[in-house]
């Protein structure tokens, strides 16, 4: 009975061990078998996209929302201060130049006007008078001219007629030289009066510019003040639609006020907004397209406006050849802004991909399309529908290019 038991003992002891060797071998399988499928992912095809790489023709462009605005707008602002007394037209108005569209009235300037005239008429009355009385001065040395130069040639004839007397001795030396002093005086007289009313011309002339010149500029001055009277009636500075128009009857309005704009209807423009790091790549001519109820038009920058404002900056753009039909103001277009030439290149179609892996790598799908498994990929540019392959993949390859936040880690999907 004792080596019974003994034999028994010995081989439970073999049977534990055998049983302990099976179970942690099975225990390591297991681990490894769910290592070995933690890599990998089964999903169903059609909750992902794949695209086939394809060789095409690229073209660098960028996403860029614009806006429809007239080709030119001209704002009305207020060139004088007044109280609105009167509205010819309401907002959305089709005007022609010159045609009013409110009126101000300001007391202080039109009694300023008043004033000015005044002020112009009495000059101009000053002016006269002393026009009149320059002219009387001129007339009185004039005479006096006459008198002096009547007395010269009656002075001239004495002396020679007693200069040919005193030679024949029918007269005194002291009648000669008389008539000799009289005539010398007379001449010397006749200088003086040359001279005084050569002055008196040359002030005359002068008094008289002076005074146009006086006259002129206060001309001027009320010209410029009937103007500013002028310009409390607001006029459509050209043809086109007023838009905007903020201003009702018995509103102050205070000078450099906006009123409204008048915007000319016979064209449009496009004003895009652009990320400021392509402002070094934005230049005029470039070009950029859009769809509208199914056709393509195309549009090129006119002007680059500089100036950044949160980060981004804005350009006017034209368009190319036909405008869109019913096309209005205001209207929202997106854009895409070529930045650089075509040419060809392998394409690989935009995707939720990229957040995930940077544009570094990318699931490509087995020739058997059973299962996708990591690649690194290295990407060029980019535009709104494609990135440029570098390398990394071949015409005809398959990847996933949906979203792979689901993905987690793994290094492998089954596709099923």
């Known amino acids: ?42 999903i169903e095809r059609e909750r992902i996209s794949i695209h086939t790489i394809e060789k095409g023709v690229f073209q660098e462009n960028i996403p860029v929302n614009g806006i429809v605005l007239p080709v030119t707008t001209i704002y009305l602002d207020a060139l004088e201060g007044g109280r609105v007394e009167e509205k010819f037209v309401e907002d959305g108005a089709v005007l022609k130049k010159g045609e009013p569209i409110l009126r101000l009235s300001n007391t202080d300037l039109e009694l300023s006007l008043v004033n000015q005239e005044t002020s112009v008429y009495n000059l101009l009355t000053q002016m006269q008078i002393s026009q009149n009385a320059a002219r009387q001065n001129t007339i009185n040395r004039q005479n006096q001219f006459t008198d002096v130069e009547n007395n010269l040639i009656e002075a001239e004839r004495i002396y020679k007629l007693n200069k040919r007397l005193y030679d024949k001795g029918a007269i005194g030396r002291m009648d000669y030289e008389s008539s000799e002093n009289d005539f010398n005086y007379q001449k010397e007289r006749m200088k003086l009066a040359k001279q005084v009313l050569s002055e008196d011309s040359i002030s005359s002339k002068l008094e008289i510019n002076q ?106 753009m034209k368009f190319d050849g036909e405008i869109p039909d019913g096309i209005r103001r205001g209207q929202n277009l997106q854009i895409r802004v070529a930045l650089s030439a075509e040419k060809e290149a392998l394409l690989l179609a935009k995707g939720g991909f990229f957040q995930k892996t940077g544009g570094n790598w990318i699931f490509k799908v087995s020739e058997d399309s059973n299962e996708a498994y990591k690649v690194d990929i290295r990407l060029g540019n980019q535009n709104t529908k494609y990135y440029e392959i570098i390398e990394g993949l071949n015409p005809g390859d398959k990847v996933v290019t949906s979203s792979y936040d689901s993905f987690g880690e793994v290094e492998k999907l089954i596709l099923k």
């Open 1 to 42: 009975m004792d080596v019974k038991t003994k034999k028994k003992k010995f081989l439970n002891k073999k049977i534990s061990l055998i049983g302990g060797s099976i179970a942690f071998v099975a225990m390591l399988g297991f681990i490894i078998l769910q290592s070995s499928d933690s890599s990998k992912l089964n």
């Open 211 to 316: 005074a146009k010149s006086s006259y002129a500029r206060t001309q001027s001055a009320l010209e410029l003040m009937r103007k500013k009277v002028g310009d409390l009636v607001v006029r459509a500075p050209i043809d086109g639609q007023l838009t905007s128009l903020d201003a009702e009857i018995g509103q102050s309005i205070t000078k450099g006020t906006r009123l409204g704009q008048v915007d000319v209807t016979s064209g449009y423009k496009v004003r895009a907004d652009i990320d400021e790091h392509y402002i070094s790549r934005i230049y005029n001519g470039q070009t950029g397209t859009f769809e509208l109820n199914g056709k393509t038009y195309t549009l090129s920058i006119k002007k680059v406006f500089t100036q950044v404002t949160n980060g981004r900056f804005q350009v006017d």
